[in-house]
C-alpha cells in the first residue's frame, strides 16, 4: 500500500516568487493535513482539508492557502515568499472517523533565497 | 499552546527499555492520545493511540493512567532505529476532524550502543 507523497522534495525559491506543494494521500484517506516544520517554531499547523473543503485553518497569513480535489489530493500554494518560509513542510492524511491515526509524508524542503 | 508536556530528552542503552512520560492535566474525556516520532530528515511517523486503555502493537506500548492525566510510550527493546524525536498529542475523538494538532517539542530520545 502507497504511503503519503510529496513533491517535490526538495524546492528552491526567490523571495517574492510563488510556489506550490502538492501532496498524494493513502488511497481512501479523505482527510489531508498540512504542517509547517521550522526548527525555531517547531511543527504548526496550517490547515485541514475534508471531501474538498476547508475544515480548520492555522495561524498563519492569507499568502498560505490550499486546495483538495475530488480525488483527495491536496496541494498548497504560498504567494510572495518570504526567507522566513523556508521549512519542511510536510502532508498527513487519515481516514474519516474519530479512532483513526494519521499518516505523514517525507515533506517538501523549500529553501528561499 | 501545546496541550502535552515531555521531557526534552532522555537517553537509553540499546536493547534496554525505554519509559517516555507525557503528562495531559487538562485532558478532556474525548481526546485520544497519540504518539509519533520523527527522525531526522523524515516526516512523522505514527507510532500507537488510546484512548482509555493500555495498547499494545509491534512498535510499542502505551500505559494510560488512570484518570488519563499522563500516559508512557514504552519501547521494550531500544535499537539505534529507535533514535528519534517523540511526540505526545491529544487527538479530539468529539469529532472525525484532525482538527489542530499541537505539538510540542518532542523528547529526544538517544539510543547507546
Known amino acids: 500500500k502507497a504511503g503519503v507523497t510529496q513533491t517535490p522534495r526538495y524546492l528552491i525559491k526567490t523571495r517574492g516568487q510563488q510556489v506550490t506543494l502538492s501532496c498524494s494521500p493513502i488511497s481512501g484517506h479523505r482527510s489531508v493535513s498540512w504542517y509547517q516544520q521550522t526548527p525555531g517554531q517547531g511543527l504548526q499547523f496550517l490547515f485541514e482539508y475534508f471531501s474538498e473543503t476547508q475544515r480548520n485553518k492555522g495561524n498563519f497569513p492569507g499568502r498560505f492557502s490550499g486546495r483538495q480535489f475530488s480525488n483527495s489530493r491536496s496541494e498548497m500554494n504560498v504567494s510572495t515568499l518570504e526567507l522566513g518560509d523556508s521549512a519542511l513542510y510536510l502532508c498527513a492524511s487519515s481516514l474519516a472517523g474519530q479512532n483513526t491515526e494519521a499518516f505523514f509524508g517525507q515533506g517538501t524542503r523549500l529553501t528561499v533565497v | 499552546d501545546a496541550k502535552t508536556t515531555q521531557p526534552n530528552s532522555m537517553e537509553s542503552n540499546e536493547e534496554e527499555p525505554v519509559h517516555l512520560p507525557c503528562n495531559h492535566s487538562t485532558i478532556s474525556g474525548t481526546d485520544y492520545i497519540h504518539w509519533y516520532r520523527q527522525l531526522p530528515s523524515q516526516g512523522p511517523e505514527y507510532v500507537i493511540h488510546g484512548l482509555t486503555s493500555n495498547v499494545n502493537n509491534r512498535m510499542a506500548s502505551l500505559a494510560i493512567a488512570e484518570d488519563r492525566k499522563s500516559s508512557t510510550l514504552i519501547l521494550h527493546r531500544a535499537t539505534l532505529r529507535d533514535a528519534a524525536v517523540y511526540y505526545c498529542?491529544?487527538?479530539?475523538?468529539?469529532?472525525?476532524?484532525?482538527?489542530?494538532?499541537?505539538f510540542g517539542a518532542g523528547t529526544q530520545v538517544v539510543v547507546t550502543p
Open positions: 498529542i491529544l487527538r479530539d475523538g468529539a469529532t472525525d476532524s484532525w482538527g489542530k494538532l499541537q
